[in-house]
C-alpha cells in the first residue's frame, strides 16, 4: 500500500502560469515533508522541503504548502518556466520508522511539462 | 563540491549473475542510502549507512543483496545471483548534519538483468 500517492501522472502548463503539483499520504507519523525534481538520466534533485510543524516553506518560484488534517501538501511554482519540465517527486520521512533512521517514502511522480 | 556518484551507469547481466554497484558519497557526508526504482514504480528506500554502520536495512528485499561501506566512505551493493524482478535504476543518496534530511542522490545506476 501506497504510503505517499500522487495521483496525477502528468500535468501540462503554459509558460508564465501557475504550476500546482499535489500529494496525499496515509501515515500521520511523517514529519517532514521533501520534494525533488528529476530529469531524465538524472537522479533526483532536492528542491524543496518543510516540516510538520509548519504549513508554508517558500523558495524563490516555489512554494510547498502542507495541510495536515487533510494529509496534503502541494508544490506551486509561479511563474512557470520551461526549463522546469521535469518529473516531480514527493517525499516523505516518517519520524518513528526506527531509531536514527531517516529512509525516505516516495510518490510515483508527476510529470510536469511547461509550454512555450 | 562533487556531487554524489555512482559506477556503472548502466549494467546488463545475466540471471544468476553477480554485479556490484558503487557509489561515493559527497565528501564529508556521514548518512549514505541506496534505494532502488523499478520500471513505472515509485523510488523505494533499501538501507542507511551512518558512516560505516548499517544504521536501516529494512528495505533490503532479500539475502541475495549485499551492501557494505568499509572506512565510512564509497559503498558497494552487490547482487549475487541476480534475478530478472532486480532490474531498475539503483540511486544512491547521502545527507550530513543538521540537514539530514535532505538527501543528495546520485545519477543512478541502471540494471537490466535478462
Known amino acids: 500500500d501506497q504510503q505517499v500517492k500522487q495521483n496525477s501522472p502528468s500535468l501540462s502548463v503554459q509558460e508564465g502560469r501557475i504550476s500546482i503539483l499535489n500529494c496525499d499520504y496515509t501515515?500521520?507519523?511523517?514529519?517532514?515533508f521533501l520534494w525533488y525534481k528529476k530529469y531524465p538520466a538524472e537522479g533526483p534533485t532536492f528542491l524543496i522541503s518543510?516540516?510538520?510543524?509548519?504549513d508554508k516553506n517558500e523558495d524563490g518560484r516555489f512554494t510547498v504548502f502542507l495541510n495536515k488534517s487533510a494529509k496534503h501538501l502541494s508544490l506551486h511554482i509561479v511563474p512557470s518556466q520551461p526549463g522546469d519540465s521535469a518529473v516531480y517527486f514527493c517525499?516523505?520521512?516518517?519520524?518513528?520508522?526506527?531509531?536514527?533512521?531517516?529512509?525516505?517514502?516516495f510518490g510515483k511522480g508527476t510529470k510536469l511539462s511547461v509550454i512555450p | 563540491e562533487a556531487g554524489v556518484t555512482q559506477f556503472p551507469s548502466h549494467s546488463v547481466i545475466e540471471k544468476g549473475q553477480t554485479v556490484t554497484l558503487r557509489c561515493d558519497p559527497i565528501?564529508?557526508?556521514?548518512?549514505l542510502y541506496w534505494y532502488r526504482r523499478v520500471m513505472g514504480k515509485e523510488i523505494k528506500f533499501l538501507l542507511h549507512?551512518?558512516?560505516?554502520?548499517?544504521?536501516?536495512e529494512s528495505g533490503m528485499p532479500n539475502n541475495r543483496f549485499l551492501a557494505e561501506r568499509t572506512g565510512g566512505t564509497y559503498s558497494t551493493l552487490k547482487v549475487q545471483p541476480a534475478e530478472l524482478e532486480d532490474s531498475g535504476v539503483y540511486f544512491c543518496?547521502?545527507?550530513?548534519?543538521?540537514?539530514?534530511?535532505?538527501?543528495?542522490f546520485g545519477p543512478g545506476t541502471r540494471l537490466t538483468v535478462l
Open positions: 543518496a547521502s545527507s550530513q548534519g543538521d540537514r539530514v534530511n535532505e538527501q543528495f
Open positions: 501515515n500521520s507519523m511523517f514529519d517532514y
Open positions: 518543510i516540516s510538520s510543524i509548519k
Open positions: 517525499a516523505a520521512r516518517d519520524a518513528y520508522s526506527g531509531a536514527g533512521s531517516y529512509q525516505l517514502t
Open positions: 565528501s564529508g557526508h556521514d548518512n
Open positions: 549507512f551512518v558512516k560505516e554502520s548499517k544504521q536501516d
